[in-house]
């Protein structure tokens, strides 16, 4: 499990660092990462409104992405 999560930490530094900046790639390492975490992301409005009711045992957070998008996150507590 420790080894999996230093693996997509890696991978996401790499891509990010090589100047990727398609969204949907953004989004793929930003999920995966969450996955790893326990937590679960959502980049849009009304998946957010999801997330943020089904996470009531958690910890609920949401922002604005610098291309102005709604993104979101709940981390199991």
Not at 26 to 33: D, E, K, L, N
Not at 48 to 73: H, I, Y
């Amino acid at each position: 499990m420790r080894l999996s999560i230093k693996i997509i930490t890696l991978a996401a530094i790499v891509t990010l660092s090589a100047g990727c900046t398609t969204n949907g790639v953004r989004h793929f390492v930003g999920s995966a990462i969450a996955d790893g975490a326990d937590t679960q992301v959502s980049y849009d409005v009304h998946g957010c409104q999801v997330l943020q009711q089904r996470c009531a045992q958690g910890d609920f957070q949401e922002w604005e992405t610098r291309d102005k998008e709604m993104g979101c996150s709940c981390k199991k507590l």
